[in-house]
């Protein structure tokens, strides 16, 4: 068998065609020529060192990113073959990197990452390279040769005898191909360290040599999926008497299977104290986003087996429903790793494990090396219930709360909240809500605004960061109940769709976010997108969250006041300096007049005209729209920035607390 044969000898090769198309349309191959395309390059030849070690013959794979942006691949696997390729007459290793879909031949025991989602060969590698040199090591010797765009420009050599054996590509991405020919080393970095979280025990190491001190980043991990959760969840609160262990399941199919119902399974999961769930699964080592048969599997055992372990041991009395799939998996990090022989994908963006007889398997699996868990650790088993009894009671909560708030709508402005001080004008296109932070500047804005169409609700302090609550705490939040009342058209389920929510109820078509021009209203407006993003995303969508830019100086010359606007980009200082040399006069001696210089450290210290005036005025103010631009991305930034991690969050909003607010509209 070809895979299990170091000895190799080159006849069992596929070759399909040449590599003219992909140069034409390079999109085809490697999906695009952006950043994420060029970073698929790096993927696809690590993917065969990682085939090398899935198969038993690897332990070290070294990614360097050269000074020149050249990038090279090393690893100690056989090497590729050397010799005369019996149909081709040229060697192997030349038919590997210029021939579309060369690879070694179908093999029933191996697993192979390349050829899977869109492994698509080295060659591809080859044709959108400016230049690759590949160098191998193997029967004592050691070869090399080179290619341009595809086209041998120097035959392969023996330049040298060496015992070890391993296999080195370097390649220069064409420029003329690719939008960017800029390795990013975070994207490197994760993409890496996923690798090696995912193959036990393999070393890889990551070299960026562009520094004037190379930054090298090594990974190898003895635990790999255990590790991988572990990490995951590495800033976050564990249960009690869940510490120590991480639950690890694994198990195989029947070795009577055929080839084509053969897989292998690995599961590894640990609950949290928080609210979100992280699971993610993979098939081949390929990140499965749509999820796909595996995590079904997955999922089904995963309810079944704590229903049926709470329900033996009477933790759950015959008249209690079951727990469902959200209750048990409420603060649940997971990671998935199966492995098959021949995996198919589905989805959109062929993420989707489809291999239907993974589901059983994996189902069974999980159910199997799950119950044993729990029957061998009743105390852990114990915590796991009670989390998971607990998310129950908060959804049954949650939806009595969700209820209320909904009624409580319907009684129309009955029910509006005390503090919001309404407009006059009841058609909704023309009017404006500002959600204005404290009550003093609540004060000023209730008497400097329009008292038509502006309506104002002052907040009391912080509101709660919805991303680290569950829905009944966030919903049973006296500010967020006068929020949901206030605009009027309730809302969705937490994933940002469905629900109760109803654009057209919406009694404003302008959300006007007012904050200090510090660092706390920075804050305090990144906690009120969340709960948008989380609970009405549909109103950022149509464009209705807008976030008010208050001024930082106000310049006095005379009875003149100008005021001064924060910039992406510019010092405080610099500003407040400019508008000193534009607004003040020189007297006769050539001397500037007398000025004053205000600062506003919070909408409170300006009085309702000057409020009016700087930021509310729609004549005079300057607005920023809240847009998500990219749906996903957003999801992931807003998550992160306002899920556990706090570290994470804290750099985020003082990196952006002064960007993100002063772009003009
Ligand atoms: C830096 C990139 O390509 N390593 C690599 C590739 C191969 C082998 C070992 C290998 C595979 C087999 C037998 C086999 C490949 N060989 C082929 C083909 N690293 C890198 N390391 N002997 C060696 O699969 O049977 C394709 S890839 F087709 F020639 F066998």
Redesign the pocket.
């Known amino acids: 068998?070809?895979?299990?044969?170091?000895n190799?000898g080159?006849g069992?090769?596929k070759v399909l065609e040449g590599l003219e198309p992909v140069r034409k349309r390079p999109g085809m191959y490697i999906g695009t020529t952006s950043a994420a395309g060029l970073h698929h390059l790096v993927w696809e030849?690590?993917d065969?060192?990682v085939?090398?070690a899935m198969?038993g013959?690897?332990t070290k794979?070294a990614v360097t990113v050269h000074p020149d942006g050249s990038v090279?691949?090393?690893?100690n696997?056989?090497?590729?073959?050397v010799e005369k390729h019996p149909q081709k007459k040229i060697p192997?290793?030349e038919?590997?990197l210029t021939i579309l879909h060369?690879?070694?031949?179908f093999?029933n025991a191996?697993y192979k990452v390349?050829g899977g989602l869109h492994g698509v060969?080295?060659s591809v590698v080859n044709a959108l390279s400016s230049r690759l040199v590949?160098t191998v090591k193997?029967d004592g010797g050691i070869y090399q040769m080179e290619f341009s765009r595809g086209k041998v420009t120097s035959k392969m050599k023996k330049i040298g005898s060496s015992k070890a054996t391993?296999?080195?590509?370097t390649f220069w991405p064409d420029e003329t191909i690719f939008e960017t020919t800029s390795f990013s080393y975070d994207t490197l970095h994760d993409r890496l360290q996923e690798t090696a979280f995912l193959n036990k025990n393999l070393k890889i190491v990551l070299t960026d040599e562009r520094e004037l001190t190379p930054r090298v980043d090594e990974f190898c991990y003895s635990g790999g999926i255990i590790d991988f959760v572990k990490f995951l969840n590495a800033e976050k609160t564990i249960l009690p008497n869940c510490q120590r262990s991480i639950v690890y399941i694994e198990g195989s199919s029947d070795p009577g299977e055929p080839v084509h119902r053969k897989g292998d399974v690995e599961v590894a999961l640990q609950w949290n104290a928080g609210y979100s769930e992280t699971v993610m699964s993979f098939a081949n080592d390929i990140y499965t986003e749509e999820g796909g048969m595996h995590l079904e599997g997955f999922r089904t055992a995963l309810t079944k087996t704590i229903n049926d372990y709470a329900r033996s041991k009477k933790l759950l009395k015959d008249k209690d429903p079951n727990l469902t799939g959200d209750d048990v998996r409420e603060g649940l990090t997971a990671v998935i790793s199966v492995k098959l022989p021949d995996p198919q994908f589905e989805g959109q963006t062929k993420s989707k494990l489809g291999s239907s007889y993974m589901r059983s398997l994996t189902n069974r699996v999980v159910s199997q090396g799950l119950s044993d868990y729990l029957e061998e650790h009743p105390n852990q088993a114990k915590e796991i219930f009670k989390k998971a009894s607990s998310a129950a009671r908060g959804r049954l909560a949650a939806q009595k709360a969700r209820q209320a708030t909904r009624r409580k709508g319907l009684l129309e402005s009955a029910a509006l909240p005390g503090k919001l001080a309404d407009c006059s004008v009841r058609d909704p296109s023309m009017t404006e809500l500002f959600i204005v932070e404290g009550d003093s500047a609540g004060g000023s804005a209730k008497d400097g605004r329009r008292r038509d169409i502006q309506a104002i609700l002052p907040l009391r302090g912080k509101i709660l960061n919805v991303e680290r609550v569950g829905d009944h705490r966030a919903f049973s939040s006296e500010s967020i109940q006068s929020l949901i009342t206030a605009i009027g058209t309730g809302v969705t389920n937490n994933t940002g769709d469905g629900g109760d929510f109803d654009i057209t109820k919406a009694r404003y078509h302008k959300i006007i976010i007012m904050t200090d021009a510090d660092v706390d209203g920075a804050h305090i407006r990144i906690l009120l997108m969340t709960f948008f993003y989380k609970y009405m995303r549909p109103l950022i969508d149509a464009g209705y969250v807008y976030s008010a830019c208050p001024p930082i100086f106000g310049v006095k010359v005379g009875k003149r006041v100008h005021y001064v606007y924060p910039a992406s980009k510019t010092s405080e200082e610099t500003l407040l300096a400019r508008a000193i040399d534009k607004h003040v006069p020189l007297d006769a001696e050539g001397k500037k007049r007398k000025y004053s210089v205000q600062r506003y450290k919070g909408l409170g210290e300006m009085d309702p005209q000057q409020l009016a005036d700087t930021t509310m005025d729609p004549k005079t103010r300057i607005l920023q729209r809240i847009t998500i631009e990219d749906g996903q991305k957003a999801a992931l930034s807003v998550s992160r920035l306002m899920g556990t991690q706090v570290e994470y969050r804290r750099d985020y909003i003082e990196r952006h607390a002064k960007d993100a607010r002063f772009l003009d509209i």
């Open positions: 068998m070809a895979t299990s044969n170091s190799y080159g069992e090769i030849i690590v065969n060192s085939d090398e198969a013959f690897c794979i090279s691949v090393e690893d696997g056989r090497g590729i073959p192997t290793l038919v590997v060369a690879g070694g031949k093999d191996a390349s060969g080295i590949a193997r391993g296999t080195t590509v």
